[in-house]
């Protein structure tokens, strides 16, 4: 550590911000700045380079060191003080943090000594809540708080911490089922609460510049993260809150899936209409008639309903003997009607009233008691469950209502009374699940899907979706801004139920316009009420034919996806980006939502309005772009009007990018990279390019840190005569890599001749493109030189 520069001093009191509040003394101690103040004892420290933590413990509490959502050990930061009369500072090589001793007030600035934020009134008490707040400048736009349809700016709101599922919203929803206590700015930093307890995030609502964070007990504690651009912020904050796993291959493939199969044979009818018609799918979910023939009284049973699925043990075996998978709904509810109530009582494994017997109540579905998660006992009750369920064959496990749907007030559990508790619920939930596939199933990577959770949800695996959208065009518009501001957030891949999930409305426009969407976006799960089918499968003949081209080009992008996914794990870096990662200073593009990229090369603009036939798409300005259809070239930052087609939305790829794909497949069991095409989109423009395909068996956990992987990396560059592309891999030692043949497409080009390592061959020319076979033995370098 560098030598500090300390003066010890006295300083006069005066009056802060908060009359309130006087400092009193400091304390420069190796793991970072003790300052005690009139009401109460801060502790500031660095996390790493980039993020700083404040613990501000008020007077007559106690200091709680558990965190829900860090999982980031502090690392020894290198950092400078300097201390005068009034003033102390600390300086890591990113941020510095100066505490102002009169009028009292802590201030952030970046490495070029901006100011990013400081505190305001910084904490203070009223009725029934306590608060910490923040200064504000005039301009800076502000995301966060979960997931919303506000608006990509969501300043000027106050935003309630309260996970509640919003059914059937459209394109305005105040309160959702994941309320996330972290907001990010404009100016590039974010501020993440350490304290999953329920309250308000409050975004100027008053329109005086305050950012508040109000809970009703808890930790007073917070993060301030900054990063070099978006990508980096994200990445650092989820290195603070945890990196989500590498999800199985099948993940992200077609799910078959609707409100509800109710009997072992409708699913296997169901499966056969998939493969009649050559329509790929990878799973099979099953709703709440898996455990019981009507929708009510029987929540809680988390057994198979035998009468309607005598053999679900053959069932399960059958489906993953064809590469499907099935996934069944879990809630954590046990009415007092189910067969298990009475087991559940007896292991005393539900919430308690204060006097400590079972806390039972009335909602939609029962009457009930709710698993107490936190409780050792029901932590283990409830894996014993997903244990026995996954041994006999269930592949992938669906957690419903988790916000908790009902969790009333008096509920206590054993980690605190239910509003402590209650937006960690999902969290811990899926955490539960986590740990005992690593524990039981250490090879498996699990498949988690939820609706609700909190900061660092992430970690756990959870895959969100975004509710109970409305089937409506409407539900439609708001699917892009959920997702782009949950992957901000960590939780990268939040979906919504393509087509559509609440109510009747009937449209096969709308339902292959949220399908072309869902090509594009992480899950690619058709979901709804049974009134009308979601299934590609179960669409009239038209409608299926044009959906199954949908599916197809889902499996064609596997390679490019998969590699996505690998980025997300080991960078946090999001699959759906907002345009303005691309133009940071770009300010028109900090409430675009209608137009994203899809990892870092394509650029996509869904069509959420019947009838559409043009729309205006914005193209960034680093890059050229071409029509992923039709090739035409785009220019960088150019706005343009584009024809709509019926089947398909407009879809653009960046000039210079690397897009590798494979051929349909039935699903991910078939999938292989022996033989796989290259697209590269040349640009003379971008004289210089990369691209990879990062590959292992789609299944085994820590696949890459066993060292069973392998990665294919992909170089262009032209010096305006020749076209240069290299390929060569990196291969983990306990991986098996196979010779490869690569049909190396170049779009946009016209060639004189080719040659692959020095070796002139013959190729094809299509339009504007030529295709170059390619044999690439393994563990071996290709040079490819393209002579225009």
């Avoid at 709101?157 to 059914?167: D, E, K, P, V």
């Avoid at 239910?418 to 990577?445: C, S």
């Avoid at 394509?602 to 205006?616: D, E, H, N, Y």
Wanted: with cysteine; net charge neutral; aromatic share 12%.
């Amino acid at each position: 550590m560098k030598k500090l520069l300390f003066l010890l001093f006295i300083s006069s009191l005066s009056f802060a911000q908060n009359a309130n509040r006087k400092y009193i003394s400091q304390d420069l101690k190796k793991e970072g700045l003790e300052i005690k103040t009139s009401d109460g004892i801060y502790f500031i420290k660095f996390k790493t380079d980039k993020i700083a933590e404040v613990q501000f413990t008020p007077n007559g509490q106690t200091n709680n060191q558990e965190s829900q959502a860090v999982v980031l050990n502090d690392e020894e930061i290198l950092y400078d003080g300097q201390f005068s009369d009034n003033s102390s500072k600390i300086s890591s090589k990113n941020i510095t943090i100066e505490v102002v001793h009169s009028p009292f007030q802590i201030k952030y600035f970046d490495r070029k000594n901006n100011l990013i934020l400081s505190e305001k009134n910084g904490y203070s008490k009223k009725e029934n809540a306590e608060v910490l707040d923040f200064n504000l400048d005039k301009t800076e736009m502000l995301y966060g708080g979960g997931a919303r349809v506000l608006g990509m700016n969501r300043r000027g709101n106050r935003l309630q911490l309260y996970n509640r599922a919003s059914y059937g919203y459209e394109t305005h929803a105040d309160l959702m089922n994941f309320c996330i206590p972290m907001v990010l700015s404009s100016k590039m930093y974010a501020v993440h609460f350490d304290n999953p307890a329920i309250g308000y995030l409050d975004l100027d609502s008053k329109k005086d510049n305050t950012l508040a964070y109000e809970t009703i007990s808890g930790r007073k504690t917070y993060q301030v993260i900054v990063g070099d651009s978006w990508t980096d912020l994200i990445s650092n904050y989820t290195d603070l809150t945890g990196k989500q796993p590498l999800p199985a291959r099948w993940t992200l493939g077609n799910f078959s899936s609707r409100f509800g199969y109710h009997s072992q044979e409708e699913v296997e009818k169901t499966i056969k209409k998939f493969e009649d018609d050559n329509i790929p799918v990878d799973a099979i979910i099953l709703d709440l008639y898996w455990f019981g023939k009507d929708m009510k009284g029987n929540m809680g049973n988390l057994d198979w309903e035998k009468e309607t699925f005598p053999n679900p043990e053959k069932m399960m075996a059958d489906l993953n003997a064809k590469g499907i998978k099935t996934v069944l709904i879990t809630e954590p509810f046990v009415l007092t009607t189910s067969k298990k109530w009475q087991e559940a009582v007896d292991k005393k494994v539900v919430a308690t009233d204060k006097v400590g017997n079972p806390f039972t109540y009335d909602f939609y579905f029962g009457n009930t008691g709710i698993i107490d998660i936190f409780k050792p006992e029901g932590k283990d009750w409830f894996w014993n469950v997903y244990k026995r369920l996954i041994n006999q064959g269930v592949g992938g496990l669906w957690g419903d209502l988790g916000e908790p749907e009902v969790f009333p007030s008096e509920a206590i559990t054993a980690g605190g009374k239910a509003d402590e508790v209650h937006n960690i619920y999902g969290h811990d939930w899926a955490k539960l699940i986590a740990d005992g596939y690593k524990k039981d199933f250490p090879n498996q990577r699990p498949f988690i899907l939820m609706r609700a959770g909190y900061s660092g949800s992430q970690r756990f695996g959870m895959m969100p979706w975004s509710g109970d959208v409305s089937r409506t065009w409407g539900g439609l518009q708001s699917q892009t801004e959920i997702s782009l501001q949950m992957g901000m957030q960590g939780m990268g891949y939040m979906h919504s139920d393509l087509g559509g999930f609440a109510g009747d409305y009937f449209d096969n426009e709308l339902y292959l316009r949220w399908l072309q969407y869902g090509v594009f976006q992480p899950i690619f799960r058709p979901h709804a009420q049974e009134e009308v089918a979601s299934e590609v499968a179960r669409k009239d003949i038209i409608t299926k034919a044009k959906a199954k081209k949908l599916v197809e080009l889902r499996y064609q992008l596997l390679p490019y996806n998969y590699t996505l996914a690998f980025e997300n794990n080991q960078k946090g870096t999001p699959l759906m980006r907002p345009l303005f990662f691309e133009e940071p200073n770009n300010t028109k593009l900090l409430t675009v939502c209608e137009t994203y990229l899809w990892g870092n090369d394509f650029l996509v603009t869904p069509i959420t309005k019947a009838g559409v036939t043009a729309t205006s798409v914005y193209f960034p300005k680093n890059n050229n772009w071409f029509d992923f259809y039709s090739d035409k070239k785009q220019l960088a930052g150019t706005t343009s009007t584009i024809a709509v087609a019926e089947d398909h939305i407009p879809v653009f790829v960046r000039g210079g990018a690397f897009i590798p794909m494979i051929k349909t497949i039935q699903n991910t069991s078939k999938y292989s990279l022996e033989n796989f095409d290259l697209h590269y989109y040349f640009d003379a423009k971008t004289t210089q390019s990369s691209g990879k395909i990062y590959n292992d068996d789609g299944a085994t956990a820590n696949a890459f840190e066993k060292g069973a992987f392998e990665i294919l990396n992909f170089n262009g560059n032209t010096n305006g005569k020749t076209v240069f592309v290299k390929l060569n891999s990196e291969i983990g030692k306990n991986f098996q890599s196979f010779d490869k043949n690569v049909s190396l497409i170049v779009h946009n080009i016209k060639a004189k001749s080719v040659t692959v390592n020095g070796k002139t061959i013959a190729f094809k020319t299509v339009k504007n493109n030529i295709e170059i076979p390619v044999s690439w033995k393994k563990g071996t370098g290709v040079e490819i030189k393209i002579q225009l």
